[in-house]
């Protein structure tokens, strides 16, 4: 680049920096006038300087700042790999679908590749795509009931509901609150089961004093604005198990074989010297396809955006850490009103929200309207007993039990936020707000 070039950069990253701070300066919270979100992206100068920093590189691909966010979170879960993609959506769909590639019949660790009909274990109360994937891979769900306090499966039903064709659990840390994963790996490990975590709302929370998203073959993250960092879309699959990282590259790409990285070639060393499927000998390494793939690429702009949040991932879990426990502390005297989230002592969350189920007699919408006109934004457990959404009327499934407690889960519980944007001021007035709903007599 030449000098006149460097120069303008910085002065534009430099105008840059000063733009941020004035058109973006937190505003002063003014209780009952001011909004306060459930959750929301956080972000300062770092942030936009590394977008525009990354427009004007003008590299667009997945390429110099995506390979430094796969690496640095590889390192942070200390995983084999770590894949960026657009979404945790697509994460999902990855981790389903690298279990049933032709590759995962040669993983160790696991029953092998999931064929058509396999079942895999997934609690009722989910996310609708930590669910569709299972489908959409012809893979049959099998739902198993979700506890009331910790919203996640109920790990003492996950056993029973083992079939002769169950392969795989796939298991979401609800609201960043951690699953059991100490009776999860045990019983996978006996039972001869995959396990995938879904800790797209957990970056950061850990069990027994590990992150989760490293527990499983795999572990998917979601970078949409109301998760734990973000890029706007994006998410990412943490790929534990060595024996899934080429597969999961290759489903994100097309399919592709070749591992090359963009604008690189000849990785292998012998590009021109493959012999595979019915291909005649020599076929460019670059254009065999070796799985049915898509294309779930982020861009070179949303890492940019990504590198900057990275660093603030421990300030932003102990923010949600501290939300969360202001919340905890200050609502224990509506306990008879409102059942508070239980957390096992091995788990250590790092809380997406704060849940909270009303109790008999407690008017869910009621408490949820009351807090939407003080301008308090509250939100439901995804999509509740998924079974009785209307694009899941009839998927194919097991059903394992009853499902009261996802059933209660869909008619009683909420959660407030807890994002790092939210000060002790924004929880204050939130906490005072429930004691008013309760004040107001009837309740
Ligand atoms: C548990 C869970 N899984 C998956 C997703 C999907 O992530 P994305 O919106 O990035 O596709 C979400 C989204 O909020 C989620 O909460």
């Not at 795999?218 to 198990?241: D, K, Q, R």
Request: net charge negative; with cysteine.
């Amino acid at each position: 680049m030449s000098d006149r070039a460097e120069e303008l950069r910085s002065r534009i990253l430099e105008l840059t920096r000063e733009y941020t701070a004035l058109a973006h300066a937190p505003k002063p919270f003014v209780p009952g006038e001011s909004r306060i979100s459930y959750a929301g992206r956080v972000f300062d100068a770092a942030e936009v300087v590394g977008l525009v920093g990354s427009s004007l590189d003008f590299w667009l691909t997945a390429g110099p700042c995506a390979d430094r966010f796969e690496k640095a979170m590889a390192g942070f879960f200390r995983a084999q790999d770590f894949v960026l993609v657009n979404s945790g959506s697509s994460a999902n769909l990855l981790m389903v679908a690298a279990l049933c590639a032709e590759d995962a019949a040669r993983a160790q660790g696991g029953p092998g590749r999931l064929l058509p009909g396999d079942e895999v274990i997934t609690p009722a109360v989910t996310f609708p795509t930590t669910l569709t994937p299972i489908v959409q891979n012809q893979l049959v769900p099998v739902f198993v009931d979700c506890e009331v306090g910790t919203y996640n499966i109920n790990p003492a039903l996950v056993e029973e509901a083992i079939g002769p064709r169950t392969k795989a659990l796939l298991v979401p840390h609800t609201v960043g609150n951690p699953c059991d994963m100490a009776a999860l790996t045990e019983l996978a490990e006996r039972r001869n089961l995959w396990l995938l975590e879904d800790s797209c709302d957990a970056l950061g929370a850990t069990f027994d004093g590990r992150l989760v998203g490293s527990f499983g073959a795999m572990g998917s993250l979601s970078f949409y604005p109301a998760h734990h960092i973000t890029m706007g879309e994006g998410g990412g699959v943490v790929v534990n198990n060595p024996d899934f990282h080429r597969t999961v590259r290759s489903l994100r790409d097309w399919g592709r074989d070749c591992w090359c990285e963009p604008g690189c070639n000849n990785t292998c060393g012998r590009r021109f010297d493959w012999r595979m499927g019915e291909l005649p000998y020599g076929y460019d390494h670059k254009y065999i396809y070796a799985n049915l793939g898509y294309n779930l690429k982020a861009t070179d702009l949303q890492a940019a955006i990504g590198l900057a949040q990275f660093e603030k991932i421990p300030a932003f879990v102990e923010a949600r850490r501290r939300n969360f426990r202001r919340y905890h502390e200050a609502l224990k005297p509506l306990e008879d009103r409102l059942e508070l989230p239980r957390i096992d002592p091995r788990a250590n969350p790092s809380p997406f929200g704060f849940p909270l189920t009303v109790r008999e007699g407690v008017d869910r919408r009621a408490l949820t309207t009351h807090l939407e006109n003080a301008k308090i934004e509250t939100r439901l457990v995804f999509g509740g007993n998924i079974l009785r959404q209307p694009g899941f009327l009839s998927i194919p499934r097991r059903v394992h039990g009853q499902l009261e407690g996802s059933d209660r889960i869909m008619r009683d519980t909420f959660f407030l936020g807890v994002y790092p944007g939210l000060g002790e001021a924004q929880i204050d007035y939130v906490i005072e707000q429930v004691f008013g709903f309760f004040k107001e007599g009837s309740r």
